[in-house]
C-alpha cells in the first residue's frame, strides 16, 4: 500500500460566528475570530491517496487528474474567496478548520468515483493548515 | 552598523476595489483580488532596525521594546481584522501589500521617537510577505 | 473522528550524561551531545488530541483551552530553560528527545482530565522536533 | 512504542520514460516528466524507525547508526546522481517516486538485520519529498 | 521606492563540467557535480523589481505581467529541462548556479523595455536558491 | 558583482548576563534569557561572499572552500557548545547575537587572506537567526 500527498494552497477568509448564540457568546467562544468584519488565511490543503502502484507507469495516480479533481472541485470555489459568503456549505455552518474539512472531504468523496473509481485508489485523507500553528486532519 | 531583524505575523481579509474605477475595470485590474466578499491571508510582517550595539548590554535595542511598539501600532489593529473594514487608512486606500507596507512603515516611523528617540537606533525597513510567493519591502 | 494538531515553541539547553557510565563511556555512546557545558536547541512540539466535532461550536476543542493545558504544563517550565538543571524529571533521567516526548506525554496526559474530562476529546499523541533533521513521536 | 524519523536530503536527476510505450503514449503519460534530457530534484528523505527505548541510553537507536545505513545504502548511490544511469534499479523501472520509494525501502529492508538486528528496533515507514507539492509515504 | 518579489520554482538537471580541463580536472573542480551522467535540483528563483508604486492601482506592477515574463523567457525553457542540453547559452557556459543566474538576468533585462519599458519600474535583481544551503544573487 | 550564500547550522547554549549589573539588573534587562541554567538554539549562520565570477570555472568560490574556512573557524567551537562557556571570545562579552555575530564576523575576516586573498573575493556579510523570529545581520 502506497501513499501518495499532493499540497494545494488557496487564500480566503472567513468568520466565525453561530446563529444559535448571542453576540456576547459568540465573542466568548470564539474570541478575535468573531471580529465584525472577518480575517483571512493563506489555506494549505494535502490530499492524501492510497492503493497500489500501476506497474507499467510506476505511478500510484495522474496527479493532474487529483489535481483537477481538487481545483474543480475545492480551488475554483475557495481560492480568494470569503468561506462564509461564497461558498454554499457555509450558509448554515461556522466555518472552523473542523468544519472546512469536512466540507472538503465530502466534495472530494462525492466525486471521487467520477476520476478515480475504476483504479481502486482511495481517498486516504486530508489535512488543512490554517496557520502555522493549526492543522486538522481526517481519515477518510 | 548592526541590523536586527523581527519576524511577526497576522490574519487578516481585505478586497482589492477602487473607487475610480467602474465594476469591470476593478476586475480587470484586480481579477480574483476583487471578488466581491474578498478574501485573506496570513501576512507575515518583518521589521529591522538598524544601528550601533550598545556595549554593556550587547543589544540593538531590547526586543520587548520592539514587539511592543509593533503590537500596538500594527497587530493590536490588523490581527484577525479586515483591513477594508477595520483598518482607517483603508477607507481611501486600496489595502494591497504595497500600500499596506506603507501603512505599516508610516505608522512605525510616527511612533518611533517616542520609543527609540534616545537610542539612536534607526527603522531600516519592513518586509511584508502576503503568501509564499509576494513579498514587498520599504527601506525608510 | 477528526484530528487537531497545534504547534509550540521552545528554546532549551541540556547535555546528555548518564551515571551508569564511565567519562569515556558517556563521550563514545552520546558524541557531541555529551561536551561537559552542554548545548540547545530550539525545540518544535506539536500536540495532537482527537474525537468529535462538537456541532454547536463547530469545534473540536476551544484551542485557548489546550494552549493553557500546554503552557502550564509544559512550555512554563521547559522554555528558556536548562533540561538537566530546571525540569525535575531530569535529574535522574538522561534528557534525550526520546525521554523529552516522554516527559511531555506524561504531563500532559496527567493533567488531561481536569481540562478535556467532559468533552470526550482524547490526546491523541505529540511529536517533538528537535532539529530539522530529528523527530521523535509518541502516540497515547 | 516510541517512533524517531530522520531527514536526509540528496540531489538527484530522473526521466520518466518506459519501453513499454510508444514516444508518444510516453508524452502522453509522463508529460513534461518526459522530456528527452530529463531533469530533477532536491529530494528529502524521511526514514522512521520504532520501537522500545533503551532505558540505559535514553535512546532509540544510535542515530550515528542509522545514517551510516542510509547514507551507504541509499545516498552514496543517489545523491548528485542521474536515477536513470547511475541506480541500477531504475535500468528496468521508472524512476516514479512511487517506485523510488519502493527501491529505497527494499534497500533498507534488505540491509536492517545486519545493523538493528540485536536491538529489535525496526523500519516503520519512508517518505520522499520530491518537490513542496508531492510527496510518497510507504509503511514498511 | 518600492521593492516587489516574486517567487518562482522550477526543476532542472545539470552537469558541471568544462571543455578547458582534463576529465581528472573537472573532477577535481567540480567534485560530485562532475558525475558523468549529472543530477539535478528543485531551484527556487526571486525576481525583484523597484520602483514607486501607481498611486491609483496601490500597486507596482500588474503581477501578472511579470509572471508572464518570467514564465515565457525562464520557465518554459527551464522548468522539467535539462541546463546542458536544452538551454541554448549553456552549449558553451558552464552551469553553475552563478552563470545560471547571470543568464537568468540578462534574459528578463533583454525583455523587460517590451514589458516595464512605459512604467519606470526596473529589475532590481534576481535570486536563486539552488539547494537549501547555496543561494546566488545579482543586482541589476 | 556577484553575491553567493551558504547556510550553515549548530546548535549551543548561552546565558545572557553581565557582571556590570546586579541578579535584579541582569533579569531585568534579559529576562527569561537570564535564567542561571541557560538555555539553547539551533542557529542558523548564513554566509555571504562577493566578487567577480571565475570566467573558466563559473564560479565565485569553490564552496568547499568557504565550507572549510567556516567549519574550522566557527562551527568547530560552536556546534554542540554552550558559547559562555566553550567559546573564549565569550569569557568576558555576553553572548548575545549580536555579539555572537560579531565574534563570526571577527573570526572570519582574519582567516580570509588566508583562503581567499588571491582571488579578490570578499566577505559581503553574515547573518545569524537565533529563532524564527529574531535575525541579526552585519555588513563587512
Known amino acids: 500500500m502506497t501513499r501518495l ?27 478575535k475570530c468573531n471580529y465584525p468584519y472577518g480575517h483571512g488565511h493563506n489555506y494549505e490543503l494535502e490530499v492524501s491517496v492510497r492503493g497500489n502502484v500501476d506497474p507499467s507507469s510506476g505511478m500510484l495516480v495522474r496527479v493532474e487528474d487529483l489535481d483537477k479533481l481538487v481545483a474543480g472541485r475545492v480551488i475554483r470555489d475557495m481560492d480568494h474567496r470569503d468561506l462564509n459568503g461564497d ?33 481502486g485508489v482511495e481517498l486516504d485523507g486530508i489535512r488543512i493548515r490554517e496557520t502555522g500553528k493549526n492543522i486538522v486532519e481526517l481519515r477518510s
Open 5 to 31: 500527498t499532493r499540497r494545494y494552497r488557496f487564500s480566503a477568509s472567513h468568520r466565525l460566528h453561530t446563529a444559535s448564540l448571542t453576540e456576547e457568546g459568540n465573542r466568548e467562544l470564539y474570541g
Open 87 to 119: 461558498v454554499v456549505e457555509f450558509a448554515r455552518l461556522v466555518p472552523t478548520t473542523e468544519n472546512l474539512a469536512e466540507v472538503v472531504r465530502s466534495r472530494l468523496k462525492a466525486a471521487w468515483a467520477g476520476t478515480f473509481g475504476a483504479s
